[in-house]
């Protein structure tokens, strides 16, 4: 059974930093792309950022301006998102989600498995 389990999320002021975690099981980890995603109250979910399977390739939506780092460790079955310089419009559920092969997309149809979430909150 597949199973993605996020973690790391919680309530930050604005400027703070957070490192969101998902843990995977059930399936051979190293082989997929890994995303995060998020959805913020009343908005449709939006992709933030992918990684290939390897850790080598990674793309990240342009909104992020380069304040978001994803990052894997194939050995504990674990992909990272290192938030910087939040902002209260960063407020959302961040989902990890597990694609369908070695190279992610920003289409959410594109990943196969999906997290429950964890939420970050931003207070100004």
């Known amino acids: 059974q597949v199973q993605l389990v996020e973690s790391g999320g919680g309530l930050v002021q604005a400027g703070d930093s957070l490192r969101l975690s998902c843990t995977a099981s059930g399936y051979t980890f190293s082989r997929v792309a890994m995303g995060w995603f998020r959805q913020a109250p009343g908005k449709e979910r939006e992709f933030v950022a992918t990684i290939s399977g390897n850790g080598a390739i990674t793309y990240y939506s342009d909104s992020l301006n380069g304040r978001f780092t994803i990052s894997r460790d194939n050995a504990k079955n674990t992909v990272y998102l290192q938030t910087n310089t939040l902002k209260p419009e960063d407020t959302a559920v961040y989902y990890c989600?597990?694609?369908?092969?070695?190279?992610?997309?920003?289409?959410?149809?594109?990943?196969?498995?999906w997290g429950q979430g964890t939420l970050v909150t931003v207070s100004s």
């Open positions: 989600a597990a694609g369908r092969g070695r190279f992610g997309t920003a289409i959410g149809n594109d990943y196969q498995y």
